[in-house]
């Protein structure tokens, strides 16, 4: 009979093992730390759920099925974990990131709309264009909570059976033709299958993979008018071009979260992040909100680092390699998609297949590790 070890309860490995578990698929979810922990990749408040996707066409059918999966756990947790309150891309007309979203909008007939002027103003005042700019609204759009949902979705999975080793590092996870054996300091445990989905931690169980572990920071900003940045009606942004960031409405009512997007720092591991930040990079931060953002006060109220697993091609890593699915490295972007990966992986145990487009992220891809 099937027995699933799942490494990671994270934002994907918790949506495995619910995803299992729905199926009636007896499964063990392993973690370091417990469901909704946020010194992984899942911690920050918020997540931009986006339709018409930058990151490559091939996302848009699974980007589409995911809708009615958060959907499926939000009745699952009896809250609400998806703000649909629509999305802009705000940059120059001929910027490469902006024509991306148009053509995945086009390739998929996705109803994005490119708006400048009083349009523009009325959508989003929060994001005021400058000279040459276009706004393209995403309606699909909205944001996600992270630490609800990936506490949701385990618990969704203890209701259905599965069971949660909390605080339970796996130091080691072997394959061989009769199933799998999973290493923690309780002793050794057999299972028939193992879902490796240990984000940024990925390098202690995956040495040779070509992933490395990056910190991202988050700023949050006061507001200087309440009535803007209303988490019920303000759109998420990203802004491209100079400067580069995302940017929330104030979710909690304190601050309105912006991600400046630069070049990421690598590290060892996110157990040896530094939380803090040097002061000339909330300076940094602190410029593009005053060049760009007129509705946000001059400092922030907050800062916090995280980290995330990337691929050097931007693509997480999801297949099947015998007995282990893999699960890892969405580098950045994974968040949105965590259930429909769940999903897959449930596919990928139970038959060894799936008929979802995954071919972007074969795990035996040609990639090399950057040097
Ligand atoms: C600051 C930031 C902003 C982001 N913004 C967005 C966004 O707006 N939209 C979006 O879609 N995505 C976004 N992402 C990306 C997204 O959040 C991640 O891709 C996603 O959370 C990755 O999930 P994961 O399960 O791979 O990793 P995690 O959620 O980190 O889970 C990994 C889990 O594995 C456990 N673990 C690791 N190793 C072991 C081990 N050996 N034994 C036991 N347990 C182990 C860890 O404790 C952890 O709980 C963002 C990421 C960051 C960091």
Redesign the pocket.
Known sequence: MTSVAV???????SMALWRLAERGIPAVG????APG?D????G?ES??FRTAYKEGPEYVPLLREVRDLWSELERAAGRRLFTPVGGVTVGPREHPKIQAVLAAARAHDLPVETLTGKAAQDRAPEHPLREGEVMVADPGAGYLR?EPAVVAAAAAAERKGARIARY???TEVRQDATGVTVVTGDGEQRFTHAVL?????AR??LPEAPIVAKA?T?TWFPRRDEALFDPERCPIAIRVGEPAY?CFPSVDGTGVKV?LHVPWREIDSPDALTRSVPVAYVEQVARAVAATLPGLGPDPVRVAT????FTPDGHGLLGRQGRTVLA?A?S???????PVFGDIVADLVESGATTRGIGHLAPNRPLRRSP
Do not use: E, M, Q
């Open positions: 490494v990671g309860t994270g934002a994907v490995g392993f973690d370091a730390y922990h010194r992984g990749a899942a920050g997540r931009i992270p339970t590092p796996v989905a240990p984000g940024p931690w202690t169980l991202i988050s995302s991600n995280y980290a995330d697993a890892a969405f950045g972007h994974g968040f949105k998609l965590a």
